[in-house]
């Protein structure tokens, strides 16, 4: 049987991995954040891209 390849990034990720992904534009961005099995864990969301956007960003992390 032909062992197929797995990409080490991939296999670090665990239950405890917080995914964020961020579509970036010139003055919003969007955000989504899923947990290990690509379930959302709250709605994607826009923000700024001024440091009021980022610490908005920060404390959902946090939250979450």
Known sequence: MEQKYVNPKVSRISQDTLIVGIDVAKRNHWVRMTDYRGIDLISPFKINNTIDG?????EKIRII
Do not use: V
């Open 54 to 58: 980022i610490k908005m960003l920060e």
